[in-house]
Protein backbone atom coordinates (compact mmCIF):
# COMPACT_ATOMS: atom_id res chain seq x y z
CA UNK A 1 0.00 0.00 0.00
CA UNK A 2 1.22 3.49 -1.03
CA UNK A 3 0.45 6.48 1.01
CA UNK A 4 1.19 10.39 -0.05
CA UNK A 5 1.33 12.30 3.09
CA UNK A 6 1.34 16.07 2.44
CA UNK A 7 2.35 19.05 4.32
CA UNK A 8 2.90 22.64 4.36
CA UNK A 9 -0.93 24.33 3.41
CA UNK A 10 -2.29 27.10 5.01
CA UNK A 11 -3.42 30.87 5.12
CA UNK A 12 -1.09 33.54 3.71
CA UNK A 13 -1.20 37.04 2.60
CA UNK A 14 -0.85 38.17 -0.85
CA UNK A 15 2.80 38.37 -1.75
CA UNK A 16 4.21 35.90 1.05
CA UNK A 17 5.36 32.42 0.71
CA UNK A 18 4.37 28.75 1.29
CA UNK A 19 6.23 25.87 0.56
CA UNK A 20 4.29 22.48 0.17
CA UNK A 21 6.04 18.82 1.15
CA UNK A 22 4.59 15.26 -0.22
CA UNK A 23 6.23 12.21 1.22
CA UNK A 24 5.37 9.03 -0.83
CA UNK A 25 5.81 5.66 1.27
CA UNK A 26 4.78 2.21 1.46
CA UNK A 27 5.49 -0.51 -1.53
CA UNK A 28 6.52 2.02 -4.57
CA UNK A 29 8.96 1.45 -6.76
CA UNK A 30 10.75 3.56 -9.40
CA UNK A 31 8.90 6.60 -9.24
CA UNK A 32 8.53 8.38 -12.65
CA UNK A 33 6.99 11.54 -12.74
CA UNK A 34 5.78 13.98 -9.61
CA UNK A 35 3.70 16.81 -9.45
CA UNK A 36 1.28 19.15 -7.99
CA UNK A 37 -2.71 19.75 -8.56
CA UNK A 38 -4.71 21.83 -7.11
CA UNK A 39 -8.86 22.34 -7.27
CA UNK A 40 -11.08 24.94 -6.44
CA UNK A 41 -15.19 24.15 -5.76
CA UNK A 42 -16.63 23.89 -9.04
CA UNK A 43 -13.79 23.53 -11.41
CA UNK A 44 -11.96 20.81 -13.04
CA UNK A 45 -8.79 19.67 -11.03
CA UNK A 46 -5.63 21.73 -12.98
CA UNK A 47 -2.04 20.72 -12.98
CA UNK A 48 0.13 23.50 -11.40
CA UNK A 49 3.69 22.16 -12.32
CA UNK A 50 5.52 18.28 -12.75
CA UNK A 51 9.03 17.06 -12.15
CA UNK A 52 10.40 14.31 -14.26
CA UNK A 53 12.74 11.29 -12.76
CA UNK A 54 15.18 13.13 -14.54
CA UNK A 55 14.45 15.96 -13.42
CA UNK A 56 12.46 18.43 -16.16
CA UNK A 57 9.58 20.67 -14.99
CA UNK A 58 6.94 21.44 -16.45
CA UNK A 59 4.34 24.96 -15.15
CA UNK A 60 1.07 25.93 -15.64
CA UNK A 61 1.52 29.42 -17.29
CA UNK A 62 -0.22 31.21 -13.68
CA UNK A 63 2.74 30.01 -11.60
CA UNK A 64 5.44 30.34 -14.22
CA UNK A 65 8.40 32.33 -12.24
CA UNK A 66 6.93 32.29 -8.80
CA UNK A 67 6.69 28.32 -8.32
CA UNK A 68 9.29 26.39 -8.06
CA UNK A 69 8.88 22.16 -8.16
CA UNK A 70 11.88 20.04 -6.85
CA UNK A 71 12.13 16.47 -5.56
CA UNK A 72 14.43 14.61 -3.30
CA UNK A 73 14.83 11.10 -4.59
CA UNK A 74 16.27 9.59 -1.71
CA UNK A 75 13.21 10.47 0.63
CA UNK A 76 10.50 9.88 -2.32
CA UNK A 77 9.34 13.68 -1.84
CA UNK A 78 8.57 16.21 -3.81
CA UNK A 79 7.93 20.07 -3.25
CA UNK A 80 6.39 22.98 -4.12
CA UNK A 81 7.87 26.45 -3.08
CA UNK A 82 5.40 29.40 -3.75
CA UNK A 83 6.40 32.75 -3.88
CA UNK A 84 4.65 35.87 -4.79
CA UNK A 85 0.91 34.00 -3.81
CA UNK A 86 -1.96 35.60 -5.18
CA UNK A 87 -5.77 35.23 -3.92
CA UNK A 88 -6.09 33.20 -7.06
CA UNK A 89 -3.87 30.54 -6.30
CA UNK A 90 -6.09 29.55 -3.47
CA UNK A 91 -7.35 26.21 -3.81
CA UNK A 92 -6.86 22.37 -2.38
CA UNK A 93 -3.74 20.83 -3.27
CA UNK A 94 -3.11 17.80 -4.55
CA UNK A 95 0.69 15.66 -4.83
CA UNK A 96 0.59 13.34 -7.57
CA UNK A 97 3.12 10.54 -8.03
CA UNK A 98 3.57 8.15 -11.48
CA UNK A 99 4.99 4.17 -10.60
CA UNK A 100 4.90 2.72 -13.64
CA UNK A 101 1.21 2.20 -14.40
CA UNK A 102 0.07 3.15 -10.78
CA UNK A 103 -1.10 6.95 -10.30
CA UNK A 104 -1.35 7.79 -6.73
CA UNK A 105 -2.97 10.84 -5.40
CA UNK A 106 -2.39 12.65 -1.93
CA UNK A 107 -5.63 14.27 0.55
CA UNK A 108 -4.85 17.62 -0.34
CA UNK A 109 -3.96 20.13 1.66
CA UNK A 110 -5.40 23.77 1.53
CA UNK A 111 -4.06 27.17 0.72
CA UNK A 112 -5.49 29.89 1.08
CA UNK A 113 -4.74 33.52 -0.16
CA UNK A 114 -5.82 36.63 1.18
CA UNK A 115 -5.62 40.13 -0.36
Known amino acids: QVQLVESGGGLVQAGGSLRLSCAAS????????MGWYRQTPGKQRELVAR???????NYADSVKGRFTISRDNAKNTVYLQMNSLKPDDTAVYYC?????????WGQGTQVTVSS
Open 96 to 104: NVVSGAYVY
Open 51 to 57: ISSGGST
Open 26 to 33: GSIFGINA
